[in-house]
């Protein structure tokens, strides 16, 4: 039975696909198996029209959603291929090319079906692999199949592997799954229609699934867990499968919760970083929060990676396996009876059986199987298991021993119950003087031990950095300047603190090519060969920081400090003098922080501006000692400063930032910390705090923010830029300077044109407090529309009241978005509006850079028509030109987590354009 009949079987079903799309947890896309047959063979009919696909021939799938693999891998098998999915893509240019090479040579040379968006952005550095944009596909264009690499020389298949391993019918191989290549290049795992159905059907007798339940992914379809343990197995059940966007779970983990209830999902999978993460959010979140999850149809979490002591069911599964494959379905009570120190993996499940050989065996003695209770080389054997990996005699011969049986490379011994228990992996048995010891032993050793100042429960996975450096080994500054600039860029991305060891010149360990290889070097970093770089590197830092770091000299200070290492998840110390905003905080994380701050000193309200005002552990534990002395009722409001200190380091010219229409700041925190040469200034409007009135016309907005601006920056040049409406504002600002002489030599528009009038007078209260809604992302652009009509006649409390009821609650808990504050904002927002109805451009400024990306549907259709019929209208008002930059997303997510990356990087260039 071939797997294009799991398909038609799943098709005569009512079950479905519930897949999310990235940011959008309440509105799935629904497909019925049914839906997903038609439109799969539709597709595989334009691949085998296109003229470049042929029967048997391996597909590389890389998309980047769910729905769109999940299309594509059913097309290439109704077609006749062998679909393969590609894995994520390492983020450097050498890496990919030597990867692009790779797969070309192993996969003998795949066709890649990819979108042209994909292929602009992941296949800049391809060379040889060909790519076929699906979009030519669909809008019936001729296919057009890049092939740059030379046809003259294309890549020998091994004919002769396909005959030695060469079978019939069910053994035929189906898909290609690629192994990590954390051991090196990736290899090719070979799983055969037979193998397939030979897991569907031992999955399902070891932990059987309820028949009206549904199955949950998260990770990308290229791991063994989700193809196979998820979306294949769920058609061979005929129960319903949710796909979401990894992004989606690990921004917000109890979104994981909420889905696992709303679907009634039976199995999961999912990663022990992630689980750790979702321990934290339990521990730190409200009860409200989780109030309503239902999970009583959850049975089963499958989790790979590093051992979980929590876990319920222990297991064993590989991808050569089609993942787990044996089970203790008896843990705990089975362990506990036996009197084992660990928990057992259980027995094989249908399909599969086990052996253990002597460490004889792998010592290139006898052939000979460890008896009962002894610790030899696990190994495995049956329908479920793999036969060869593709395209790679060598690995396969390697993998398999003579008489047919596959070596895992883990170290196990089986007990007199006939169950697995895991003693680690081979290469991991440290051996001295003789004597073999296995680091899990001696690890929970250590653990038992409870030593003091040890974190138990500590997450298991992390990133370490090692670069070559520069400078002087005696040039301390210059050491930790790149240590601070390594932990950004790193926590930008990743929002993960690093650990960074820096090397002298020739340490890294190089292939004899010359090149860097992230095994030999993790293999050295494990062996100790850089422990001696590693004692020096903590030397200098302790001594560095004893001697510059100032450490808490007051009980609130200390509290305060707690209160950030923990919310912040922030690991070592935090100058109390260092800005809490440079060590990579997102606007979420510092709603988060206001949150403890309140809840640990007992203060009801912390004003946001506080903490961003006041943005060191020193200071604004003074601002709060001062705020607990002083009643609520008795605090004076202070003279109101709209500068906020987004980045403070740098010696480059600031850049001021210019609120857009709802007058928060908190937009630009991202893009901020993109530029640690220059400081970075934001203007919030007035109006946020208790006793502050909004301001009421233009001439006060300026005038206010110009004399803010000259008391924090008295001399030019000047770098100014606004987000939408402050766009306008900034564009006034630059006119005051030039007219008192001042140099204004970057001005940039975020998506605004000149002309906002008409605009601004659609724009009323009700708007306002739809438009911050929106901008929040608390509601849908659907929900917005129906708000829209059902709004008018409402009070305005009724009006938040009926926002907040349709909102997505979890946002709004994050965001410490309450009535009041609904409210409160709305206000400031409305005032920034009626100004803008009588606002009409005059005068020029020297120059403009304008970023402009998909417009609001009531502006302009497309990007095309809003840059030519709205934004040209600046050229006008601009006596040396107007620049133009296209960019992505869309009006409210130009420059959110997804986008700002790409963002910032056009508007570097632009200002280095203009010699700043």
Same mark, same amino acid.
């Given at each position: 039975m071939r797997i294009k009949t799991l398909l038609e079987h799943a098709a005569t079903t009512e079950a479905e696909l519930i897949i999310y799309n990235d940011g959008d947890d309440s509105n799935p896309i629904r497909l019925s198996y049914r839906n997903l047959y038609n439109q799969a063979k539709k597709k595989a009919g334009l691949l085998l029209n296109s003229g470049v696909i042929v029967q048997r021939q391996i597909v590389l799938i890389h998309f980047r959603t769910h729905l769109e693999n999940i299309i594509w891998f059913w097309a290439s098998v109704i077609a006749g291929c062998v679909p393969c999915m590609?894995? +994520?893509? !390492?983020?450097?240019?050498?890496?990919? &090319?030597? @990867?692009?090479?790779?797969?070309? %040579? $192993? *996969?003998?040379? +795949?066709? !890649?079906?990819?979108?042209?968006?994909? &292929?602009? @952005?992941?296949?800049?550095?391809? %060379? $040889? *692999?060909?790519?076929?944009? !699906?979009?030519?596909?669909?809008?019936?264009?001729?296919?057009q199949c890049s092939m740059t690499h030379s046809c003259s020389n294309p890549v020998k298949k091994n004919?002769?592997?396909?005959?030695?391993?060469?079978?019939?019918?069910?053994?035929?191989?189906?898909?290609?799954?690629?192994?990590?290549?954390?051991?090196?290049?990736?290899?090719?795992?070979?799983?055969?229609?037979?193998?397939?159905?030979?897991?569907?059907?031992?999955k399902l007798a070891t932990m059987p699934l309820p028949s009206n339940s549904a199955l949950l992914n998260w990770v990308g379809l290229d791991h063994v867990a989700s193809l196979v343990e998820v979306h294949l197995c769920a058609m061979f059940a005929g129960l319903d499968q949710v796909h979401v966007p990894a992004t989606t779970v690990i921004s917000d983990p109890l979104i994981f919760l909420v889905l696992l209830s709303r679907h009634g999902v039976s199995r999961t999978f999912s990663p022990h970083f992630f689980l750790r993460e979702l321990q934290k959010?339990?521990?730190?979140?409200?009860?409200?929060?989780?109030?309503?999850?239902?999970?009583?149809?959850?049975?089963?979490?499958?989790?790979?990676?590093?051992?979980?002591?929590?876990?319920?069911?222990?297991?064993?599964?590989?991808?050569?396996?089609?993942?787990?494959?044996?089970?203790?379905?008896?843990?705990?009570?089975?362990?506990?009876?036996?009197?084992?120190?660990?928990?057992?993996?259980?027995?094989?499940?249908?399909?599969?059986?086990?052996?253990?050989?002597?460490?004889?065996?792998?010592?290139?003695?006898?052939?000979?199987?460890?008896?009962?209770?002894?610790?030899?080389?696990?190994?495995?054997?049956?329908?479920?298991?793999?036969?060869?990996?593709?395209?790679?005699?060598?690995?396969?011969?390697?993998?398999?021993?003579?008489?047919?049986?596959?070596?895992?490379?883990?170290?196990?011994s089986i007990d007199l119950n006939g169950v697995l228990r895991y003693a680690g992996r081979l290469k991991e048995e440290i051996n001295i003087n003789g004597v073999k010891y296995l680091p899990r032993e001696i690890e929970d050793a250590i653990i038992r031990a409870a030593i003091p100042g040890l974190a138990t429960r500590a997450c298991t996975e992390g990133i370490m950095v090692v670069y070559e450096h520069t400078y002087e080994r005696e040039d301390i500054a210059s050491r930790m300047e790149t240590l601070k600039s390594i932990t950004r860029v790193v926590s930008l991305f990743s929002r993960v603190r690093p650990r960074v060891l820096p090397l002298p010149p020739g340490r890294l360990v190089k292939s004899t090519l010359g090149k860097l290889s992230r095994p030999?070097?993790?293999?050295?970093?494990?062996?100790?060969?850089?422990?001696?770089?590693?004692?020096?590197?903590?030397?200098?830092?302790?001594?560095?920081?004893?001697?510059?770091?100032?450490?808490?000299?007051?009980?609130?200070?200390?509290?305060?400090?707690?209160?950030?290492?923990?919310?912040?998840?922030?690991?070592?110390?935090?100058?109390?003098d260092a800005p809490?905003?440079?060590?990579?905080?997102?606007?979420?994380?510092?709603?988060?922080?206001?949150?403890?701050?309140?809840?640990?000193?007992?203060?009801?309200?912390?004003?946001?501006?506080?903490?961003?005002?006041?943005?060191?552990?020193?200071?604004?534990?003074?601002?709060?000692e001062d705020m607990r002395q002083v009643s609520p009722q008795c605090q004076r409001v202070g003279t109101f400063n709209p500068v906020v200190t987004l980045q403070p380091n740098g010696v480059k010219t600031a850049l001021w930032l210019i609120h857009p229409g709802v007058g928060e700041v908190l937009v630009f925190l991202g893009l901020a910390q993109h530029f640690p040469d220059r400081p970075i200034y934001g203007m919030r409007a007035r109006g946020f705090n208790a006793g502050e009135t909004p301001f009421k016309s233009l001439q006060e907005v300026l005038a206010t923010y110009y004399d803010a601006l000259k008391q924090q920056q008295?001399?030019?040049?000047?770098?100014?830029?606004?987000?939408?409406?402050?766009?306008?504002?900034?564009?006034?600002?630059?006119?005051?300077?030039?007219?008192?002489?001042?140099?204004?030599?970057?001005?940039?528009?975020?998506?605004?044109?000149?002309?906002?009038?008409?605009?601004?007078?659609?724009?009323?209260?009700?708007?306002?407090?739809?438009?911050?809604?929106?901008f929040c992302g608390i509601i849908t652009d659907e929900q917005m529309e129906q708000l829209r009509s059902d709004m008018p006649g409402l009070q305005k409390d009724q009006q938040v009241a009926r926002i907040l009821a349709v909102s997505d609650s979890r946002r709004c808990e994050d965001l410490a978005l309450t009535p009041e504050y609904l409210y409160t904002w709305t206000n400031v927002a409305s005032s920034l509006q009626k100004i803008g109805w009588e606002y009409d451009p005059s005068a020029t400024v020297a120059h403009m850079d304008v970023f402009y990306c998909q417009p609001l549907k009531a502006v302009a259709r497309t990007r095309e028509e809003y840059r030519n019929t709205k934004l040209n209208h600046w050229v006008d008002f601009v006596r040396d030109g107007v620049r133009y930059h296209e960019v992505d997303g869309e009006h409210y997510t130009m420059i959110d987590s997804k986008h700002v990356y790409k963002f910032h990087q056009i508007l570097k260039q632009a200002m280095d354009a203009r010699g700043l």
């Open positions: 590609s894995t +994520p893509l !390492v983020d450097n240019d050498a890496g990919r &090319k030597l @990867h692009f090479n790779h797969l070309h %040579s $192993v *996969l003998e040379d +795949p066709v !890649v079906l990819t979108n042209q968006d994909l &292929k602009d @952005h992941d296949f800049i550095e391809n %060379s $040889v *692999l060909r790519i076929m944009v !699906v979009d030519d596909l669909e809008t019936g264009s001729k296919p004919k002769k592997e396909h005959q030695q391993y060469g079978v019939t019918s069910e053994m035929d191989l189906a898909v290609l799954l690629l192994t990590s290549g954390s051991t090196g290049n990736a290899k090719a795992v070979c799983l055969s229609h037979k193998q397939l159905y030979a897991s569907f059907r031992g959010a339990l521990e730190v979140e409200s009860p409200d929060k989780v109030l309503g999850i239902n999970l009583h149809r959850l049975l089963y979490i499958a989790s790979g990676g590093a051992p979980n002591i929590n876990t319920i069911t222990p297991g064993f599964g590989m991808t050569e396996t089609c993942a787990g494959a044996i089970f203790n379905r008896n843990f705990p009570a089975a362990d506990l009876d036996a009197g084992n120190e660990f928990a057992s993996l259980g027995r094989c499940m249908p399909g599969i059986e086990m052996r253990v050989s002597s460490r004889a065996h792998y010592n290139n003695d006898e052939d000979t199987i460890a008896a009962t209770g002894v610790v030899g080389e696990l190994e495995i054997r049956g329908e479920v298991v793999f036969e060869r990996y593709f395209n790679n005699e060598q690995a396969t011969r390697d993998a398999l021993t003579s008489d047919g049986w596959f070596k895992t490379g883990d170290l196990a030999k070097i993790e293999a050295a970093l494990a062996h100790g060969e850089y422990r001696a770089d590693e004692e020096i590197d903590k030397r200098i830092c302790q001594s560095y920081c004893s001697l510059h770091y100032k450490e808490s000299q007051t009980e609130t200070e200390r509290m305060l400090m707690r209160v950030v290492m923990e919310t912040l998840d922030m690991a070592g110390g935090l100058d109390i809490i905003l440079s060590t990579g905080v997102n606007s979420v994380d510092l709603i988060r922080l206001k949150r403890a701050i309140e809840a640990a000193f007992g203060i009801h309200d912390v004003p946001m501006l506080t903490i961003m005002t006041h943005a060191t552990i020193r200071s604004l534990s003074k601002a709060l008295p001399q030019g040049p000047y770098a100014i830029a606004g987000y939408s409406y402050g766009s306008m504002i900034a564009f006034e600002l630059a006119k005051l300077l030039e007219a008192d002489g001042d140099t204004v030599q970057f001005l940039g528009s975020f998506n605004l044109p000149p002309h906002i009038k008409e605009r601004m007078r659609t724009l009323d209260w009700t708007a306002g407090a739809l438009h911050i809604a929106q």
